[in-house]
Each structure stands twice: as C-alpha cells, then as structure tokens.
C-alpha cells in the first residue's frame, strides 16, 4: 500500500521525500489537534466526576 | 457508440478489460498476498496511531493544561488586582463572600503541601471536559470557598496535566488551602472513600444527606480510580480550619512546607 503511494508520488526523489513528509505532518496535526481532543472526553479515564449520568 | 475525443473507449458493461502492457513482464503477487500486505500495513499504522495517542493523553494534554492554568493565572491577577465589586458588606467576623465566576473562568488557587511544595492549581468553574481540560473544576452549584456546605472540587488524575494524581496520598490533618481574592481559607482533610461513580451524593451541602441544611464548611475532591480507569470515584474530604485575610501573610500551614 505503501508501497504503491511512494511509487504514484510524482518527481524526483528529493520531490517525492518533502511530498510524504508533509503529508505525514499533515495527518499527524490532524490527529494531535483534530481527532485525538474529539476522542479524549470519550475516555473512561477521563471521567472524573460523580454524575447521575455514567460519564 | 462514439468516445469523444482524449478518452479512451470502453467495452460497454464489460467488466473484464485488457492488463496494461508491460505488467504481464513482473511477476505480480496473488489477490490474496496483496490483501493480507495491505492489511498488515493498516495494522502498524493502527499501532503508531494509538501509540501516538497515548503520547498525546499523556503529555501533549499536560502541555495544553499547562497553557491553560497560566491563561487563567493572569486572568485572576487581572480579577484580584481590580476594586472589589460592589456588594453588601460582609458582617463581621466572617471572611469575604466569594463571587460566582461564570463557567470556565478562573475562581481560585488550590494548594497542598502533602502534594508538593510547587503544587498549586487554578480552579475554574465548572466540570465539562472543557473546564477540566484548564485544570481542577468547581462543581457549579457547590459552595464557593470558605462558604456554609461543601464546596466541591473535579480534577484528572492522569490526564490533562493530573492536578490530582496523588491524591491518594493524602493523610488526616493535611492542609487543602485554596486563596482567594482576599483569603487564604485552610481545610484540612478528614478522610478519604472509594464510591461509585454514581454516588452523587458526596457533592451534598451534607454529604449523602439530600435536602439538609448545612452547617458545616466542607471540601470534597473527586477524581477516577484505580488511576487509568473509571471504574471508581476517589473522594477526599475535608473541613474548614481556619481563614486567613491574605493581608496577614501566608498561612502557617504553607510556611511550613508540612502540614
């Protein structure tokens, strides 16, 4: 799978190393500021009230 | 039936269509031996992601909390450094009314020494995750400090910065002292239960005795146990010391550095 993206990324290879690296930034600031704060009050640990409700 | 022109024609509803030329030349692994490929390929991004997460949980949250605590550290020298808001004065012998802040913002600065000499934390109102995320929580409702009931605190335990990780460790007699804009109010600690997550009773004017009037000025902190799950509430309860107009200095109680 890999594999195949590396092998569809266009120009030469420093071209196709600053295409993969941001877009490997890319998805990580997505999950830090993104994804992951969007799960974090999911979390049973996070719980840390006495509530009627069971969160 | 004619293509129009720059697109390659296609065999109306036939599926099959010739293999590129060329690709017949390298040998080209099974259906089989792609799929499970790429599934393994999802499986360790699967297992970077969640590590990736529990480094965010961890610490990245902490970093945030950081941020937060110190955006509501200038917001109460901002709140305390203004005139009192004016209001009926308060009748002697008993310390400042604390003012109700609206949900998020800063109410006041917890500190104990059992916890560690730096230990100290902002509490804002409120105990959404928004609020928790900041650091410690007031329940909304609960007594202000130093006010008649209980006045009933939220924080992490190992996420968000863990304002109470070690709780725990809390033993009889120890200082909980929370400043406020003109006192130092100093509880000190009665005790500590493991209850239910439902039991919302230890939030009560009088713990577990709903609708009694209170007499008593309590503290109560909430937080999960065991540590990393949420099968359980630690409890810490306290009761009011003493309060000390912050024009007298620093309490005994953090002078010291023990309790």
């Known amino acids: 799978m890999y594999a195949w993206m590396w092998r569809r990324l266009p120009g030469p ?12 930034a890319a998805i990580v600031l997505l999950l830090l500021f993104v994804v992951f704060p969007a799960v974090d009050p999911h979390l049973p640990f996070n719980n840390v009230n006495v509530s009627t409700k069971s969160g | 039936m004619t293509a129009e022109p720059g697109t390659t024609p296609r065999p109306g509803g036939a599926s099959a269509t010739s293999p590129e030329p060329g690709a017949s030349l390298r040998a080209r692994p099974g259906h089989v031996a792609v799929a499970i490929g790429v599934l393994g390929e999802l499986m360790m991004t699967a297992g ?11 610490w990245i949250t902490g970093i945030f909390t950081a941020q937060a605590q110190h955006r509501l550290e200038q917001q109460l020298a901002q709140q305390w450094s203004a005139p009192a808001p004016a209001g009926p004065p308060h009748p002697a012998g008993s310390p400042p009314s604390v003012d109700v802040v609206p949900l998020g913002s800063a109410l006041a600065v917890i500190r104990a020494p059992r916890l560690g000499r730096h230990w100290h934390w902002v509490v804002d109102e409120g105990v959404a995750p928004d609020d928790l995320a900041k ?21 992490h335990r190992t996420t968000h910065g863990a304002p109470f990780y070690g709780v725990d460790s809390f033993k009889a007699g120890d200082a909980i002292v929370v400043e406020t804009r003109d006192t130092w109010f100093v509880y000190r600690v009665t005790g500590e239960s493991i209850v239910d997550p439902s039991d919302i009773g230890v939030t009560f004017p009088v713990p577990e005795h709903a609708g009694q009037q209170p007499t ?14 949420a099968s359980q509430r630690l409890i810490v309860h306290g009761v ?10 620093i309490p005994p109680a953090l002078q010291t550095g023990k309790a």
């Open chain 1, 13 to 24: 290879l420093p071209v196709r190393m600053l295409t993969a690296l941001t877009v490997l």
């Open chain 2, 135 to 155: 650091g410690p929580g007031h329940y909304p409702k609960t007594a202000l400090p130093g006010g008649v009931g209980n006045f009933v605190l939220s924080g």
């Open chain 2, 48 to 58: 970077v992601i969640v590590l990736l997460f529990v480094g965010y949980e961890l």
């Open chain 2, 240 to 249: 009011l010391a003493t309060s000390e107009p912050k024009s007298q200095g």
């Open chain 2, 216 to 229: 008593q000025r309590l503290i109560t902190l909430t937080t999960c146990n065991p540590r990393y799950s």
